[in-house]
């Protein structure tokens, strides 16, 4: 009884952990849609500041990024380590 209860909270964190994965993955692809969408905006606003916007783009979307990969990093690391 004990080991189907230990075995049971073990199978839940795996789940906890994938969930929070692929909720980190969504909102980086939901942030950076963001990210494009104004970008688009703003460039056809103001058509010579359209490098300066771009490269803030870019670099806003690889920091996006890269605290995503973390996460999902993390997530990952908890389901293969549990």
């Known amino acids: 009884m004990i080991l189907l209860q230990a075995a049971a909270g073990a199978a839940i964190g795996?789940?906890?952990?994938?969930?929070?994965?692929?909720?980190?993955?969504?909102a980086a692809g939901?942030?950076?849609?963001?990210?494009?969408?104004?970008?688009?905006?703003?460039?056809?606003?103001q058509p010579e500041a359209a490098g300066n916007i771009r490269t803030t783009t870019i670099i806003v979307a690889g920091m996006i990024e890269g605290a995503s990969l973390?996460?999902?990093?993390?997530?990952?690391?908890?389901?293969?380590?549990k």
């Open 14 to 26: 795996k789940v906890g952990a994938a969930i929070g994965a692929a909720l980190a993955a969504f």
């Open 30 to 45: 939901y942030g950076i849609g963001k990210i494009g969408s104004s970008a688009v905006e703003a460039i056809a606003r």
């Open 70 to 81: 973390l996460g999902v990093i993390t997530c990952l690391l908890a389901i293969v380590l």
